[in-house]
């Protein structure tokens, strides 16, 4: 998720639990005490993550020293001004985004392919010069837009960026989102449709980012998507359900089993931690989320 929208999205939420959904009960649950923790040394069977948007009251310096610290390899949808910061720390930018990025507006419709390949071109080329692997692209919203149009759009907009990303080695790797609670209207918003368009690319750095926070919403079943479609699937993100916050007891899915279930595929890329932290110490909620996928 684009920078401007994912702030967009923390202002709807702070608005309170009631507009989301989420019950009081859950809701208080979510703001329960953080777990004090020591982090010990991680296993390391999983990269472990994190997505700036989620800390930004914390100053990226900051943030980047004490990820790393927690035991982080890399922080994702970072901009290219913010790259040499979580370098210092020996980061990597585990998903590259930049300003013009955006969700409602992406490659499923014609008219914005220009602008989006001249846009991302320059990106893509920073991005390999960084030893950055994963540049993240948007389908855009339907506006009343059929399935196969949808593919034949965003397959005619994507196909030249991919290759100019492949001579680099760089994925575009599209978020799977959800369109009925954060993104209405969202066209890639189901595992099998994000495939079906992997498919049709025909290109080997075309891949998906599996949100499960997203996907518990639309499809659920997550576990056996994941192993089913495992290979069209290079980045993970996190975050409860429902509400988006901690990824502990106070919501519906165990991620213990969820990791596990990813790391038995093979997978080696990054996990990243996506949830709104509601504890007053925003790093002890991530160092929770880290302790909680550290299997």
Known sequence: MSRTNRRSAIKAMAVGAGVLGISPMIALEAEAKPINLNMKRLKNNIKHSACRWCYQNIPLEEFAKNAAEIGLKGIDLLTPE??????????????????????????????NHKHL???????IEKASKHGIKNVIVFSGNRRGMDDETGFKNCVNGLKPLLEYAQERNVNLVMELLNSKVDHHDYMCDHTEWGVELAKRTEMPNFKLLYDVYHMQIMEGDVIATIKKHHD??????????????EINDSQELYYPAIVKAIIETGFDGYLA???????????????????????
């Open 117 to 123: 390949q001249e846009s991302y071109r320059p990106l």
């Open 273 to 295: 931690q996506e949830f709104i932290p509601t504890y007053d110490d925003k790093l002890e909620a991530l160092k929770e989320g880290i302790t909680i996928c550290d299997v």
């Open 82 to 111: 913010e790259w040499d910061t979580v370098e210092k720390y020996g980061l990597e930018c585990s998903m590259a985004t930049d300003s013009f990025a955006n969700i409602e507006n992406g490659f499923n419709e014609v008219k």
């Open 232 to 245: 069209y699937i290079n980045h993970y993100h996190t975050g409860g359900v429902p509400g988006r916050n």
